[in-house]
């Protein structure tokens, strides 16, 4: 089974219009963290969100929030006031935590969407 | 400008050709990993080097080879390719033991085998 689904192949949103990127998860560690990266046609993968499986509140960083639904292990991604370079690939990734010890960044990634913003 | 370099950006060769990819994280991180990104498949992860120490091998053919000379510093040593190992290998970095760590990555070698 997979860990990180991401549903939606492809997406599309007008410019200054708000996009939810779907993401569910599986994992039977309480203790985990759920990631979004954004990968521009450069290949370069920038990070965007973080969520702490502890955490009481949804993660927000400038235009990214973080819809964190625990019983329903999703983790969904929103942008708000799209932009033209907001086009790129994101990925939603899970980091678990091996006992006794950190992870080392084993990250555990989605198959991706594509958003294609509209002007 | 991103705190991981890696090169080359684009590497084509042959299926028995030896080339080298490169990574160099300017961030202080503790711990380099190397990435593959198949067209149509997720991130996969290959190696894990914490504190210049190989952590983790996740089933990696041998004509991979890593190599981590100094904290930041990561190779990988490729030799006898197939066509299927066309990818993009993606370096990253980070600062392990911190709750909630995130990974920095590189832009990418993008490989095509012959």
């Known amino acids: 089974a997979q860990k990180i689904t991401q549903t939606q192949p492809g997406m599309f949103v007008q410019e200054k219009e708000a996009v939810t990127l779907d993401c569910t998860y599986d994992t039977s560690d309480p203790s985990y963290g759920l990631f979004w990266y954004k990968q521009p046609s450069s290949g370069e993968m920038i990070f965007l969100i973080y969520?702490?499986?502890?955490?009481?509140q949804n993660a927000t960083e400038g235009r990214y929030s973080l819809n964190f639904q625990k019983a329903r292990k999703s983790a969904n991604l929103v942008i708000s006031a799209s932009q033209l370079g907001d086009s790129a690939m994101y990925f939603c990734a899970m980091r678990e935590r091996r006992a006794g010890g950190t992870s080392y960044g084993k990250l555990t990634f989605g198959q991706g969407t594509i958003l294609t913003v509209h002007p | 400008e991103t705190g991981v370099t890696q090169t080359p950006r684009h590497l084509v060769m042959g299926m028995t050709n030896k080339k080298s990819l490169k990574c160099e994280q300017h961030l202080g991180h503790n711990a380099m990993y190397w990435y593959k990104q198949s067209a149509k498949k997720p991130l996969e992860l290959m190696f894990v080097?914490?504190?210049?120490?190989?952590?983790e091998n996740n089933s990696v053919p041998s004509r991979f080879s890593p190599e981590c000379p100094n904290s930041s510093h990561l190779f990988l040593h490729l030799h006898t390719l197939q066509p299927e190992d066309s990818a993009l290998y993606l370096c990253a970095s980070s600062q392990e033991e911190r709750r909630g760590e995130k990974l920095f990555f590189g832009s990418g070698t993008q490989l095509s085998v012959l």
């Open positions: 969520q702490g499986s502890y955490d009481q």
């Open positions: 080097y914490s504190l210049e120490e190989r952590v």
